[in-house]
Every structure is written in structure tokens, then in C-alpha cells.
């Protein structure tokens, strides 16, 4: 997307861990604010994480561009301040930190904060944590009771903030998206108040038809790529994920499969919630 700035997991330094409260949440939120604000000179801990792991800053094409050309202002404020401003977009994918807690960003004016609530199916979900070298051994990414435990809270949290913040807040669900990518792109790009443009219509031409490359890949065939649990999974992994997870799954639209059916050709999805 043309003049915008990614922030690639910006709590990645946090570890293996979700963040639902205390002690590590008012740390977390105030390093999202910082980087919305462009304001890297308070972020020690983030900073000194990415000099031993560069792909923090490899995933921002326009900053690590300038990261190779001259290493040693990389990891400097006085540098990465002034380059942040010059984009009047900024984007981040943030995976460790529960919804509700995002609620002071919304609150925030100054920021223009928009946020996008992504939901997997929790079978989906554990079928790819599966992939996962750095996930085995770390309850809050092996154990889908704690996942599902997640997925109820922030259902909660969506009724609020769809009730509260309706221009500025969206649920998506993960199948949605993959099974018709071109229609809910531009229902999101829209949301965002950006266009479907050329560049957007190609990236999915050439990412969304065929699977190339290793699990971390962005070429997928999105219709299939979803559903890989019903192959991947044993009964006996589906039965214990659907037993702890019955109340998350009927709240965000996921049908039970009750194994006297063809599994292959069972069909998970309800009507998605908060459309």
C-alpha cells in the first residue's frame, strides 16, 4: 500500500506470552502508542530485541530498504523518528495482546486509530500452531483452552466495541476473507478508507491461487488453506479442541463436527457474527 509504514508484531519482545492484564499491559500499550505517535526513543527493550532479531524491521520494506543501505542508523532514533513521519499511513499486526486492551487506543482521538479483529477457527488455528517450532512448550500457543478461553473474551469485548466505536472497529473472520478475498478486501479496504486499486487486485491475482513456499508463505490457495485441520488433524485432537471450546465457537459462527459425518466434506462455517 502505497505510503504507509508497517509495524511488524511490534510485542514480539514480550515472548511466547498473550497479554490479558497486568503486570505487562500498561508496558504493551504504551509501546503501541509510541510507535503510532513515531516516538522510538522510549523503546529500549524493542529497540535492543530487533538488533538480534532483524525480520522485527525486515517485514517494513520501506524502512529495512534503508536499514541495508545504512546499518548503522537502524536502530536509531534519531533516525527512525523522523523517517516514520514521512508516511501518512501506518499499519501493525499485533498477535499478543487480548481486545479489550486496545480500548484506550480507540479512545485516543490524536491517534485515528482503526482496528481490525481478526478470528480463526480455534481447529484451524491449533492445526497451524502445529507448524510452530517455537510454539510446543508454551502454554499460551499449545493449549487450546487457554486459545478458546481468548476467543470468548474477545467476543465480548467485539459487542462493546461495535456498539461504541462502529466507524472504527471490524470483526473479519479468517474463512471469510480467504474463501472470497477480492469482495472482503475492498469491504476492508473501504472500512479503512483506502481504495481497491490495481495494485491491490494484482497482489491478489498472484497471492490468493496457488500455495508456493514454506507455512510463513503469503502465496496461498486461499479457498483450501483454511480448512487444512480437516486433513491435518487427528478425531482425537478435533474431539478435545471442540470440547473446550463450545462456547467460543457458537459465538463467532463455527459449526461442531459430530464424527458421524465425512469429515472431508463437512462445511464449519455458520453466519459470521457483526455483519
Not at 490479558?20 to 527493550?45: E, F, W
Not at 530498504?65 to 527512525?80: D, E, G, M, T
Not at 474463512?175 to 491491490?200: C, H
Not at 471442540?242 to 459430530?258: I, L, R, S
Request: one cysteine or more; glycine letters at 4%; aromatic letters at 14%.
Amino acid at each position: 500500500m502505497p505510503g504507509n509504514y508497517y509495524h511488524y508484531e511490534p510485542l514480539l519482545n514480550f515472548d511466547i506470552v498473550q497479554i490479558r492484564g497486568p503486570p505487562m499491559q500498561d508496558v504493551a500499550v504504551l509501546n503501541l502508542k509510541n510507535l503510532l505517535n513515531c516516538n522510538y526513543t522510549d523503546m529500549h527493550d524493542y529497540l535492543a530485541y530487533g538488533k538480534d532479531h532483524p525480520y522485527l524491521f525486515q517485514h517494513n520494506v520501506r524502512l529495512w530498504n534503508q536499514c541495508s543501505s545504512y546499518p548503522q542508523y537502524c536502530w536509531q532514533p534519531r533516525f527512525l523518528e523522523p523517517f516514520c513521519r514521512l508516511f501518512p499511513l501506518q499499519s501493525m499486526k499485533v498477535v499478543r495482546i487480548r481486545l479489550a486492551l486496545t480500548e484506550s487506543l480507540l479512545k485516543d482521538e490524536s491517534l485515528n486509530v482503526r482496528i481490525i479483529l481478526l478470528i480463526r477457527d480455534p481447529r484451524g488455528t491449533m492445526q497451524s500452531r502445529k507448524h510452530r517450532l517455537w510454539c510446543p512448550g508454551n502454554p499460551d500457543c499449545d493449549e487450546e483452552s487457554r486459545l478458546c478461553a481468548d476467543l470468548e473474551a474477545d467476543y465480548k469485548a467485539a459487542q462493546q466495541f461495535t456498539k461504541k466505536y462502529a466507524s472504527r472497529f471490524k470483526v473479519v473472520r479468517y474463512e471469510d476473507l480467504s474463501l472470497s478475498p477480492y469482495d472482503l478486501t475492498q469491504e476492508i479496504l473501504q472500512f479503512l478508507g483506502l481504495p481497491f486499486d490495481s495494485m491491490v487486485e494484482e497482489f491478489l491475482d498472484t497471492h490468493t491461487k496457488i500455495d508456493i513456499g514454506g507455512v510463513s508463505s503469503t502465496f496461498r490457495d486461499s479457498k483450501a488453506t483454511p480448512f487444512h485441520w480437516k486433513r491435518d488433524l487427528s478425531w482425537d485432537e478435533i474431539e478435545s479442541i471442540q470440547g473446550v471450546c463450545t462456547k467460543a465457537m457458537e459465538a463467532w459462527g463455527y459449526k461442531k463436527f459430530n464424527f458421524s459425518s465425512d469429515l472431508l466434506n463437512f462445511e464449519p462455517l455458520l453466519a459470521a457474527p457483526f455483519t
